[in-house]
Each structure stands twice: as C-alpha cells, then as structure tokens.
C-alpha cells in the first residue's frame, strides 16, 4: 500500500431516520497527522504504473475484441435483441394472424400491420408488416405482445444504411395466411392462390425503399423460398399506390 | 409514527390542512396562501422536521381550470415521507 | 408571497465593475454545452474573477425530450423503455422505480423470486455504473489509463445482463408483474466467477488512481458539502452520504428483498470530493456482498404474474414510489384518474437534477480546475436532469 490505508474503516451505527444503521466510514489520509513524504508520493505513482506495466508484459490478461476483423466468430447471446424479424416453420410459412397485438404494444408506433381479405376464404389474413427499424427502441414489446410467437428478436446489428427509407421493412416475404390456417387447405392450387409475394422494401409510402438506384438494406429479412407455394406471377406495380402509412 | 398520527399533527399545527383522499402516502391539502407558513411549520416543528424536499411537480386539472402543485417532503429526523399537495 | 424570477439574461451581468483600472473585472465562461467532462450536454456558466469560480449557473435543458408528457399517452409496460433512456446507467433501477408505482398502484402481487432476481440486477448494475464512474472520474482528472480499465469491467457485467436481458444499456427489463425473462441457466455460475473476479479488481483500483498522488490533492478536502446543505438542496445518493448522512433507500424503505442481506451503509466523513469518490468504491464492496448473499438462495416460483395483453387498471389516486439507483433516490409520482390505464400526470423524481444543483453551492471560491473534480465526483448523467 502507499502513503495511506485503504483497509483503514471504521465501522458504527448511527441513527436516521428512525432507524439504526449500520455504517462504514471511508478511509482518507490526513496530511496533519501524518505528513506526505515525497518518497511516499512516488511510490504511490510507482505503484500503479507498476500495474499498468503487468498487463503491458502479459498479454494473455487483454480483453480486447479486434472488431470488424472478427466478425467472423462473433458470438452473440441467444436473447440478444437487435433486429425484428419473422418466425418461419419448416416450409417457409409466417405464423401472422394479424391480430396487431404488436400494433398496439409498440411504445412508438414503429410497427404498421395491414390486414386484408382472403380472396379466397374471406378471412382476416396478414398483407404487410411493416417494421420501422428507424424508430425502433428494441423493447421487446412486441416479441412479449405475440400469442402467436410469430416474430422475434434476431441478432443482426449492422444496419447503418445511406438512406432513411431503407430502414422500412416489410417483414413478410409472403402476404396470406399463417401456416396454422393456410394447413386447412387441401388443393394446391388454392394454397398458391391464397398467397402472394411481398418483398422488404417495396409498398405504399413510406416503404418505398425499392426505388432507390443502387441501394440496398445492409440487414432485411431473409427471403424464405416458400416451397410449397409456386409463385410464377409477375410482381405487381407498388410503388406510389395504397394507404399512406406514417 | 403511523400516518394517521402524523396527519393529525399536520392539522393540528397548520389550521387550513385537510386529508387528501386517495394517495397511497400521507397527504395534506393546504390552501394556497397559507403555504409558505405551513412549509416553515412543516420544518421547524419538531415532531415533524421535514428537512428534506424529494421532488416538486404539478397537477394540471383542466376541467376544473385550476392546479395542484405537489410537494413531497421527507424528514431525516423521523423517516416519514409526506405529500402536501395544495 | 412574492417569488423573484431572475431569467438567465439577468444573470449573466457582471455585478460590478472593477473599483480600480487595474483591478480585475469578473466575466463569464460557458463550461458546455459541449465539454469533454460534462458527459452529455450541460451547460454551466461560471462567473469567474481571475481563475477563482465566484458563481455557476447550470442551464440544463439540452436533453429534453418531454418523457413525462410522453408517458401521459402511454400505458403502463410502454413507460418502461422510456424510463430506461433517463439515466441510462442505472436502467433497471429506474424500470424497478415505474414498475413499483404500477403495482402499488394496481396491487400486483409480486413474488421472491421476482424481487431476488430485481434486487440481483440492480447491485449488478450498481456495480458496473460505479466502475464505469471510476474510469471516468479518472479520464476528467488526466489519468487516461483508468477510463480503459472502468470499461473492461463494465463489459463483463455487460454481457451477463446480455446473456440474460438481451440488451446491455437500454433494459426493459423489470416489468410491472415481474421480469421480462427467467434467469438464463448460466447466470448464477457467471455472476459467482464475476464476483470472484471482481473482489480484487477494486483493490486494483485503489493501487491504480487512489492511491495516486495527484487525485488525492485533487481530491481531498475540495468542494466540502456540509450535511444540512447537502440536504436542503435534496441530494441524495452517494452525494449525500459523503457528508455523513446514512440515507440511503435500501435501508429506509422496505423493498426488494434488501432487508434479508446484510451490507453497510458507506459514508464520508467531510464530504469533500474524495469521500464521494471512495464512497462509491466501498459501495461496489457492499455489492458484492449482497449479490453474494442472494445468488445462492433465489428461490422459486414464476417470474411474470400477469399476462401480457391485458390493461392494468389503476384505481383513480395519487402514488409515489422510489428506489435508490446507483446516483440516489428515483422516485415516480403517478396520479391515475381511473378512467384508462394511461397516467395522467406523471412526474419522474431523478436524483442528478437535484444532485447538479448542489455545484452552485460547492463551486463558489475554487478554482477552475476544481470545477472539473467537483462535477467529476457528482457523477451526472445528464439525460437524467433533462429528462
């Protein structure tokens, strides 16, 4: 130790508040008592820069992450929260009823949930999800909101991008039902009609991140082939058209 | 000292205080010319001593086009916590 | 009653003249809003005669985001998240803060498990908010290498509350009716080799900067805070208990499960900038040993007893509820009208509004570089006072 002792606590009770409390009393070096000498000084220098010196020579003890150049083996913690996405089952299907519990549970309205109409079975079926990553505090709110457990938090946090739109995503590849529903179907047919392709960044403004040349979202969705659904349609003209969303 | 106890000092030394209903903590209204006097009896009288003042804020009620201003005051002599709105 | 309002305008003229030509004249020197030491966005003015500090004047502000009137339109488990961007190193004791007004309020019952796990997290986090502090305390006062050394050790607290909470600044994680998630199966044994890890890290400390000259006479017996004043301006927190007064919440109120462990109540004995700065090192002591004290005995039980979708109603009423984060008393003033579960109004009491103004009672006769230790050791963070 150096010119005073850290160890030098006293320990009492004292009273406040009605109550009796135990307390310790900070060490501090009274100069009057006992004067500094400059030998003292220097060691107490000496002393730290010693220990600064101990992890210069053992390198073993550094922490350091060297990122970017590790990307390659970052690891992150299952409940790390950093991106909205999808759950998918095995056949590429979306678990969205459109219920927009989410909806209603995000704290800043970063989420829109359009519903529609089933051409087909004229049910309340999911058209477009969209997650503004832009406005997103990454609460969880909307993992928690889910009965369905139809999204979650995934682990992509490099999502710097040169322009404000393209951090408005639609979620989902497909708009149509959710695998729970679209099993009751049995013809093939049907199912392929039931559904349509969507992609991330084309819709209704705002989502009108497909327009912009050479542009592309560093982080999106992954684009699920939904195997059993053969989609041979051309897309259909999105931009500029359907409710405004804000 | 229960909060019953120490409301009922409050309104033995301040005249204008009354119990303010509906507050999970002591709470005394007082009007709002008095206030200055009863914050310095609040103070010195000393079963009470509320030394300290934790936080003040308001309560804007428009319907009734008036306000409450909310003060909380905390006594480290007794370790009693009151809110005096007014 | 009359009350004078001096507005900033007024505030900023010299108060005299210089009585003789060659005497000096007192003028002002904006510390901020942009200072390397200020830590976000305050703005202090300082009257100065010479190089002596004769007055400063905070205007905070910078930050403002109008939190409180934003909760207004938000239900109970939105404020939350909010309450996390006030003062960002004490995140889940603020969350703690709102989520007990809540359930006071609605009477959710909470369990054990739920309060060990709460009280757990927060003396974690008190732990890496101190030595985070410590690191830079040690940059304001030019020892660089101890602001590298803070941050090793809040990235090891860090990626507990990663693996467990997901998040390592921005928490959502005590939520009215309980925590967001169960404890992840590798906490407890984390938070043991964390602990073991951390016991003689802080003794490296003391050997790094406490035991170092120049923070010592930087430190002792500069900018002394008496206790009646410290409590007159409703410090709280370290500040306060450096000048000698025992108040600190976990103590004084019942909450969590504070009152089973067994830990100190660490104050000064002057109230200068050291005692604040070694009140808080002996603090990560004390927190260590209360986590240690918990973390073999968590009991039992669900951890979320409401479920998600459902309103939380809130009996029309006034509701007060505070704990002590790593800075001091965080308090939410709640008053629910009955009528929706939406707040109308409410107040966040945050300990670094009321902790700043005690600067315009310590300054006055330092020197400029003393201003430096003084706020260095009030630990300010500022979206906290602006809220």
């Keep these: 130790m150096s010119f005073m002792d850290f160890t030098d606590l006293r320990y009492e009770k004292r009273t406040l508040g009605g109550k009796i409390l135990p307390v310790v009393v900070c060490p501090r070096f009274n100069p009057r008592s006992q004067p500094m000498r400059v030998f003292d000084a220097v060691k107490g220098l000496l002393q730290g820069m010693r220990l600064t010196l101990g992890y210069l020579l053992s390198p073993s003890k550094i922490v350091t992450q060297q990122y970017p150049e590790n990307r390659a083996t970052l690891k992150f913690p299952e409940r790390y929260r950093a991106i909205l996405k999808f759950k998918y089952d095995e056949n590429g299907l979306h678990k969205c009823t459109g219920c927009k519990n989410c909806e209603v549970a995000c704290p800043n309205a970063s989420i829109k949930v359009i519903t529609r109409d089933s051409v087909i079975t004229e049910d309340h079926e999911l058209d477009r999800y969209i997650w503004r990553l832009d406005s997103c505090m990454f609460c969880n709110a909307c993992v928690q909101a889910c009965p369905f457990d139809a999204i979650e938090m995934g682990h992509a946090f490099e999502n710097a991008v040169y322009d404000r739109r393209l951090l408005i995503y639609g979620l989902n590849p497909i708009a149509g039902p959710a695998a729970s529903a679209l099993e009751n179907e049995e013809d093939p047919e049907v199912r392929r009609r039931m559904s349509d392709p969507r992609t991330i960044l084309g819709g209704p403004i705002p989502l009108n991140g497909a327009g912009l040349p050479n542009l592309k979202p560093v982080a999106a969705a992954p684009f699920v082939d939904p195997l059993p659904i053969a989609v041979t349609d051309p897309l259909p003209p999105e931009d500029g058209e359907g409710e405004e969303v804000s | ?86 | 009653m009359t009350v004078t309002i001096r507005t900033l305008n007024e505030l900023l003229q010299p108060s005299h003249l210089p009585a003789h030509p060659l005497a000096t004249q007192e003028y002002f020197v904006n510390m901020g809003p942009q200072h390397p030491i200020s830590h976000g966005s305050l703005r202090l003015v300082l009257r100065l005669d010479g190089e002596t500090v004769k007055e400063v004047i905070p205007v905070p502000g910078f930050v403002h985001r109008g939190v409180e009137k934003m909760c207004e339109s938000l239900t109970p488990r939105q404020i939350v998240p909010y309450t996390d961007r006030l003062d960002y190193l004490s995140a889940f004791m603020n969350n703690w803060a709102i989520t007990r007004v809540v359930e006071t309020a609605a009477g959710i019952e909470s369990n054990e498990r739920i309060e060990t796990i709460r009280t757990l997290m927060s003396e974690l986090q008190r732990i890496q908010s101190h030595a985070l502090w410590w690191g830079v305390t040690g940059m304001d006062l030019g020892a660089f290498t101890a602001f590298l050394y803070g941050f090793r050790e809040r990235e090891v607290i860090s990626e507990i509350f990663e693996e467990t909470v997901g998040a390592r600044l921005t928490m959502n994680y005590i939520q009215p009716g309980g925590v967001m998630y169960d404890i992840h199966p590798n906490f407890v044994k984390r938070v043991k080799d964390v602990m073991a890890y951390m016991k003689p890290i802080i003794d490296e400390y003391d050997t790094l900067l406490s035991g170092n000259v120049i923070l010592q006479e930087r430190c002792r017996n500069i900018g002394i805070l008496s206790p009646e004043k410290a409590i007159a301006l409703g410090c709280t927190g370290p500040v306060l208990r450096a000048s000698g007064v025992p108040y600190d919440l976990r103590k004084m109120e019942n909450y969590g499960v504070y009152n089973k462990v067994d830990f100190n109540v660490v104050v000064g004995a002057v109230g200068d900038c050291w005692d604040r700065y070694y009140v808080r090192m002996q603090e990560m002591r004390e927190s260590i040993r209360i986590v240690e004290q918990l973390i073999d005995s968590i009991p039992e039980g669900p951890t979320m007893t409401l479920r998600y979708n459902l309103p939380i109603e809130m009996p029309e009423g006034t509701y007060y509820s505070q704990v002590e984060t790593a800075r001091g008393v965080f308090g939410a003033f709640l008053v629910a009208e009955g009528k929706s579960e939406k707040p109308y109004p409410l107040h966040f009491r945050s300990p670094n509004y009321n902790n700043l103004w005690s600067v315009t009672a310590l300054a006055p006769g330092w020197r400029v570089a003393d201003i430096i230790a003084i706020l260095s050791s009030l630990d300010l963070v500022i979206p906290d006072i602006d809220r």
């Design chain 2, 1 to 86: 000292m229960d909060s019953e106890e120490l409301l009922d000092i409050v309104e033995r030394i301040e005249s204008g205080a009354t119990k303010r209903e509906k507050s999970d903590r002591p709470a005394v209204h007082v009007p709002v010319d008095r206030l200055l006097s009863a914050m310095r009896r609040l103070r010195n009288y000393q079963w009470l001593s509320f030394d300290m003042l934790v936080t003040h804020t308001a309560i804007d009620w428009p319907d009734d086009n008036r306000f409450e201003l909310v003060y909380l005051l905390y006594s480290t002599v007794h370790g009693h916590l009151l809110e005096r709105p007014q």
